[in-house]
Nanobody
């Protein structure tokens, strides 16, 4: 089982980035996918979640209207389009997969994270 994030980097305030999370080793379409982030000295927080099939999404208030989560089950990949980025979006971004019917720790997977830095 593997989740690999990519697409992070340094961007100026107001800019955009698109993160990807490539999954392997499990049936991607059976899992609810989420993006989390953790800034230095802060707890990890949920950014956005997308359901396994219909693609219904939920967002943290802090990113609503600026970030868009999506998934391509044929490519086993989830995305996070981040627009109008702010310095406070600076964090390590992680993807997580949780089984939609059996949400146990044994069926919960995390990626290694990708750094996003918003600075001028």
């Amino acid at each position: 089982v593997q989740l690999v994030e990519s697409g992070g980097g340094l961007v100026q305030p107001g800019g955009s980035l698109r993160l990807s999370c490539a999954a392997s080793g499990f049936t991607f379409s059976n899992y609810v996918m989420s993006w989390f982030r953790q800034a230095p000295g802060k707890e990890r927080e949920l950014v956005a979640t997308i359901s396994s099939a219909e693609g219904g999404a939920n967002y943290a208030d802090s990113v609503k209207g600026r970030f868009t989560i999506s998934r391509d089950n044929a490519k086993n990949t989830m995305y996070l389009q981040m627009d109008s980025l702010k310095p406070e979006d600076t964090a390590v971004y992680y993807c997580r997969a949780v089984h939609r019917i059996i949400p146990t720790p044994a069926r919960t997977y995390w990626g290694q994270g990708t750094q996003v830095t918003v600075s001028s």
